[in-house]
């Protein structure tokens, strides 16, 4: 049976006890144990693509999400004559609630408390969520719409130490208090990416075929790949896949936009049955970002016509898109250098305070944070939703009683091979326990077709 790290046990000191190696060594292990957590990797946010016109109470995004924290941040654009928004959850009593609305600004980035609501929600609950807006000669667009987890439950200040003090129990206790403070502040909820319906592009224009929003992280390069097939009439003639950034500054329409890679794909390439093709976009690559600032990739299609000649005929297959980040394995600046403890060793100051070094790190976020925010998606029952495998279950809301299809690569590098699960017959959410399947294996990268929203979890979901 595969096995995953765990937040180890860390005992509680009490007055007169002799420190042991073995209850030091768990801070370090706690420590090691979050690090790997913040270099997860994860999915981007599937956003509209360019602008969706508005009417009278117009749907511009929909899905679900866990109620993890009482903080929900969005990213929305306008343009036009006049428009209103407002973001709804449909609570326990089975109304749609208003908990934040807004007016006539062309770009909201910004975060609103659901604490007043705390009476019609219940923390650790998945809800449906959508963003209405009406509005005369008006379009929109969603970037990206989540939850925020709650600040981590008990974090206190980090002590610190100092060489010939005596040091109580009290206070080598806050770093037991907030390792476990910032391992229940993670959420306990994996991040997948929503994918698209598959496209057929005859056109010698660009298409936009895929547009994943995602929060800037320090160090991070981001995994791009799809698969397609297709016929071109002339062995000079390519098609292109371009992946653009865009940045969150507007030019008309459109996004300051900045090429990041571009594959040309020949008459032999797209010939045959579909084929993946991937790239990593190094950090290097993304120029000067921001930090928590929230960016766009698309995906983009191209026929290239050579000669002046037509296209009739020409056309390119594509599906099933995917994004995720990749953070660099080692830790970034700030973090601390963390020994083994042995029995007999001089529990010196320094020692202890690189402890606390280690838990400001990861309380203050940046490039080794381990809240990540967890996206409102909703994947259709007949578009795949691809997941990386790094948590044990798989909580999927599906009809009861439906079939789930598990899609992973096969040996040409596509999606080819599968398996089925079968939704439990009472209640919307299934819990599947992944470590039953050998395919996938933790790290890999899976897609789940037939639920309307999945993620994976720390645990089953009991509703």
Not at 186 to 204: M, R
Not at 410 to 422: M, N, Q
């Amino acid at each position: 049976m595969q096995m995953l790290p765990s937040f180890p046990a860390i005992p509680e000191v009490v007055t007169g006890q002799v420190l042991s190696a073995t209850t030091l060594n768990t801070y370090h292990e706690g420590l090691r144990y979050l690090l790997g957590v913040s270099k997860e990797r994860r999915g981007v946010q599937k956003g509209t693509t360019l602008w969706t016109t508005l009417g009278t109470g117009t749907t511009l995004y929909s899905g679900y999400a866990p109620l993890i924290g009482w903080t929900v941040t969005y990213d929305l654009w306008f343009k036009g004559g006049s428009w209103s928004w407002s973001i709804q959850v449909y609570d326990n009593s089975g109304t749609w609630r208003t908990v934040v609305s807004g007016s006539g600004v062309e770009h909201v980035s910004a975060s609103s408390s659901l604490t007043p609501y705390s009476a019609y929600l219940t923390e650790g609950k998945v809800y449906s969520w959508r963003v209405l807006a009406s509005g005369t000669s008006a379009a929109a667009s969603v970037w990206h719409l989540s939850i925020v987890p709650s600040s981590a439950p008990g974090w206190t200040a980090v002590p610190t130490f100092t060489d010939d003090t005596v040091s109580s129990a009290t206070e080598i206790n806050k770093l037991r208090t907030d390792l476990n403070a910032l391992n229940g502040w993670q959420g306990g909820y994996g991040i997948p990416t929503e994918s698209a319906n598959a496209i057929v592009w005859a056109d010698k224009n660009w298409r936009t075929f895929y547009r994943g929003s995602f929060e800037w992280v320090p160090g991070m390069s981001m995994y791009c790949s799809l698969e397609t097939k297709g016929y071109i009439s002339r062995s000079d003639q390519v098609i292109d896949w371009q992946v653009n950034l865009n940045r969150p500054v507007r030019d008309g329409d459109y996004w300051q936009s900045e090429n990041l890679y571009t594959r040309q794909f020949t008459k032999t390439d797209l010939a045959g049955d579909y084929k993946r093709y991937e790239t990593v976009i190094p950090s290097s690559a993304f120029g000067t970002m921001t930090p928590g600032t929230i960016y766009s990739i698309v995906f983009i299609l191209f026929i290239e016509i050579a000669g002046g000649h037509d296209q009739d005929g020409d056309s390119i297959w594509a599906r099933r898109p995917i994004m995720h980040r990749i953070m660099p394995a080692t830790p970034r600046s700030g973090w601390p250098s963390l020994g083994q403890w042995n029995e007999g060793h001089w529990i010196s100051a320094s020692r202890l305070n690189a402890i606390g070094t280690g838990l400001t790190n990861l309380y203050v976020g940046g490039a080794n944070a381990i809240r990540p925010r967890v996206p409102i998606i909703a994947t259709g029952t007949s578009v795949p939703v691809m997941h990386i495998h790094q948590r044990p279950w798989l909580v999927v809301r599906a009809n009861p009683g439906s079939e789930l299809k598990v899609w992973y690569a096969g040996k040409v590098g596509s999606y080819t091979e599968s398996f089925t699960v079968k939704a439990q017959e009472e209640g919307v959410y299934t819990s599947i326990y992944l470590d039953q399947f050998r395919p996938l294996t933790y790290g890999s990268r899976y897609l789940l077709e037939g639920g309307t929203w999945s993620s994976e979890a720390d645990e089953a979901y009991t509703g």
